[in-house]
């Protein structure tokens, strides 16, 4: 829930009881739509300053996410700025209220005479912010201010979000490499990696009786094809458990497992049911070191509270991509009420338990953190995601699996296949872009709408 600071100004010559109106009706409307409010106002430019010195100490009594500027009428800069300025930390929403008519005459406090005087002020003095506007007669934008408000929030907690991370760079992949400096400074997302031998160490103190626990009351819920063995099941749930002592120890929100040179490698296990287990536990998942994708994944979660599931290509068309995944989806990304799961091998691997649950259909949102040329950028697309026509993938055992996919249509696919930065990207139901906008303005990151 976003803590935001609400302080509404009107100049000192104005009606009192009409600026308290104005501003009462305002925060009404805001705190319906869901943030948590404090309010302070009315705020004048009152000669000894008593008001904009209350307004500050009120508002520097708890931590705030954001601070929204409302302006219910002409009010002189210095007076909101002498306020503001305590806050330039915060990303701000500079809104301004309108008038009313009264039969066929326009009411005006001049709203806008106080806005446009500080927009350009705003941005000079170089703060984060946003610049709404209300128009007469039109439903008050409390809900656009809520989404900026959202925006910053999640901001915010990306500041003490940590990926927890088991290798480094499967496979030798470029895509999937990070700047740690850099990325910290942008988004303030920390990703930490722990040794494997660290994970197998805690595995193998995993007792039966825990492991049975799991298998039990976890992973038999899941809808199997055909029966996994015992010895399959009980290792997932050790390695499950394993990793999720430390994930809970060290705060981690989101873990990737070093895949193909790591797990299937070394430990001779496929990591999917361990993933598909901290999914339901409500942690982001993602496989091979994707790094950035991770990263991606920790800002869609902040903004809808999806799981924000990866998608990788395998196939583009004329007029849409074929995207899926070999090993695993995150579980809200399900059509039905648990995983559907089958016992099979790929290539020279051993048996593994393979996801391969019908996904759910509609509008989606796929998205992806790129670092390019020394700067980030999001790119950001809305697709049309359908069940896919009959596919598999070539060296599974036959008969092969349906994989979990979507076959998503997309505006532009010469356009996406000439940008497209890494083989795996974020889906999120829904269309979330303004949203993503929103925080990527937060945090200084440039939009490429694909």
């Given at each position: ?389 009959k596919w598999e993938e070539c060296g599974w055992d036959q008969p092969a699996p349906q994989l979990s996919a979507l076959e998503i249509g997309i505006p532009d696919v010469e356009r996406f296949a000439q940008n497209v930065a890494c083989q795996h990207y974020i889906v999120t139901y829904g269309d979330d872009r303004a949203a993503l906008r929103a925080l990527c303005a937060i945090l200084g990151i440039e939009v490429v709408e694909l």
């Open positions: 829930m976003a803590k935001i600071g609400f302080v509404g100004f009107g100049e000192v010559n104005t009606p009192v009881e009409v600026v308290v109106r104005k501003c009462q009706a305002a925060e009404a409307a805001l705190r319906a739509e869901g943030p948590e409010l404090l309010s302070v106002y009315p705020v004048a430019d009152d000669y000894e300053e008593t008001q904009v010195r209350d307004a500050v100490r009120r508002l520097s009594a708890e931590p705030l996410d954001a601070l929204v500027v409302c302006v219910a009428g002409w009010i002189p800069t210095h007076a909101v700025v002498k306020v503001t300025e305590h806050f330039r930390h915060l990303p701000m929403v500079l809104w301004g209220l309108c008038g009313w008519y009264e039969g066929d005459r326009l009411v005006t406090t001049a709203d806008q005479a106080g806005t446009s005087g500080l927009r350009a002020t705003f941005e000079g003095l170089g703060y984060t912010f946003t610049y709404i506007y209300d128009v007469v007669g039109r439903q008050t934008k409390s809900a656009a201010v809520a989404a900026y408000c959202r925006a910053a929030a999640a901001a915010r907690a990306l500041r003490s979000a940590k990926v927890g991370m088991a290798g480094y760079r499967d496979m030798n992949l470029y895509g999937t490499l990070y700047d740690g400096v850099s990325l910290k400074r942008t988004t303030g997302v920390e990703i930490e990696t722990f040794e494997m031998l660290e994970m197998q160490q805690r595995y193998e103190k995993i007792s039966g009786e825990e492991k049975r626990k799991v298998v039990e009351e976890r992973v038999k819920r899941w809808h199997f094809l055909k029966p996994a063995s015992d010895a399959a099941m009980e290792k997932a749930a050790g390695y499950y458990l394993a990793v999720k002592q430390i994930a809970e120890e060290r705060g981690y929100r989101a873990i990737s497992l070093k895949d193909v040179d790591g797990m299937k490698k070394l430990c001779g296990f496929p990591p999917a049911p361990i993933f598909m287990l901290l999914s339901e536990d409500g942690c982001t998942t993602i496989p091979e070191n994707d790094s950035l994708g991770a990263v991606t994944q920790l800002m869609m979660n902040a903004l809808t509270g999806q799981l924000a599931g990866y998608l990788e290509f395998y196939e583009f068309f004329e007029h849409s991509v074929l995207a899926g995944v070999p090993d695993f989806v995150a579980a809200d990304m399900v059509d039905g009420d648990a995983y559907t799961v089958l016992p099979a091998a790929f290539g020279l691997l051993d048996q593994g338990i393979l996801n391969v649950s019908r996904l759910k259909t509609g509008t989606v949102t796929m998205s992806r953190l790129v670092y390019k040329n020394g700067k980030y950028l999001m790119h950001v697309l809305l697709g049309d995601g359908k069940t896919p026509p």
